[in-house]
């Protein structure tokens, strides 16, 4: 165990207990593949206790003042905040990321808990106009109870704090299984919780590889009240349906096809900023990244060259090195996934303007690309590439950017670059997502709501939606009034 790593707890958290288990799975760290921790690798039977302790924990917690409960939270902000350079470094040595931009999540994932701390103090209800002279109508607003969550790699602090401190302000109580890839973060950001004065049981972490185990006694229990799942779309359909027997609430944020529209009326300086700041943070692997970048034929050979200039400015290395702008990828498949799109692209026609090939920083580092003459049919503009390659498609009219840009089964982010004010809204409207951003290509925060349309998921996080989310509306019909 390293300096960095010896920090923050390595066990899981159940029932404000640290266990251990026979059985561990290990952590490394994707810019070396060198192994810097092993947590326990919990199953079924560790899964159901957490659930347990979860449901002991719940009457309390939903009994407890929201004032007291943000009091907790804003506790809980405080510690994550005092701690960015640790939080940061543990970040980037198990998911890669460059230091800048894991300190950018460390305070980007505490400002939902800032948020969420003050928001559960507003989770109104309403009183009701009367139809009949005898009763009155309210309705006051409830936590669900147990919640389960499931969470992904790519933002392994911000993905459990937004929807953990939603949670908890709303006054349930919660099970994490983080993902095998970033455990630590998860384990991390849960003790400073518990320092912060969050109850046992309130929030449990069950780190586990057998996410299949975890993940069914997590949506079968008739216990849990709701799932919040963030990652592939795949896995949350495979998710959707296992919570259909027990009627579990639903909140999936899946996966993402961004379109990032540039009009020939766009600001060049503009779209280029939006684009490297869309496209190649955490060396493209969002699910809210620029995936089909729709370039109008009148721009198309000004805006490539800017980007292909602009490209040369990133330098790829661990993201522990301070001058790294591009880290490595996650794991050998997230590597070889865009290897064979790039090499289907070109088969089908696409050119490389620049990178296109495996970075000699090590085995999952991809040098940040830029691919034209992609066309809506090939398999890059089809799937996520989650990689650091811009894919440039050719339109003509406002009419096939929107066509294209659709032409999806996905809809959770798209941008659009141009100066047009009455083409903002025409084509802010006509897209088929949850969220446009007009140019800008960071939009993220802790008081918008975040989510997909289609078949990118289910409800929102963040702002009020976000909290409304872990709420139930129960209606009191007052009766007897003489
Ligand atoms: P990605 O491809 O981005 O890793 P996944 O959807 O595979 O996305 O993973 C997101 C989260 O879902 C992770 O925590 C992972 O462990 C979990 N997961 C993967 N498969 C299952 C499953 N069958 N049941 C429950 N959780 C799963």
Known sequence: MNAITSKFPTAALIDGTWVTAQKSFSVSDPATGEEIARVPDLGADDARRAIDAAAKAFPAWAATPAKARAQILERWFDLITAETEALAQLMTAEQGKPLAEARGEVAYGASFIEWFAEEGKRAYGRTIPTTVASRRYITIKQPIGVVAAITPWNFPIAMITRKVASALAAGCTIVV???????????????????????????????????????????????VRKLTFTGSTEIGRLLYRQCADTIKKLTLELGGNAPLIVFDDADLKQAIAGTMASKYRNAGQTCVCANRIIVQAGIYERFTA????????????????????????????????????????????AKIRTGGAPDTQGALFYQPTVVTEVTPDMKIAQEEIFGPVASLIRFETEADAIRIANDTPFGLAAYLFTQNIGRVWRVAEALESGMVGVNEGVFSNEVAPFGGVKQSGLGREGAAEGLEEYLETKFICLGGIS
């Open 177 to 223: 299984k983080p993902s095998e890839e970033t455990p630590l973060c998860a384990l991390a950001v849960a003790k400073l919780a518990m320092d912060a004065g969050v109850p046992p049981g309130v929030f449990n972490v069950i780190t586990s590889a057998d996410a299949a185990s975890v993940g069914n006694v997590l949506t079968s229990d008739p216990r």
């Open 306 to 349: 800017a980007l292909v200039d602009a490209v040369s400015s990133l330098h790829v290395a661990p993201g522990r090195d301070p001058r790294s702008t591009i880290g490595p990828l996650i794991n050998a498949d997230a590597a070889k996934k865009v290897e064979s799109l790039i090499s289907d692209a070109v088969s089908h026609g």
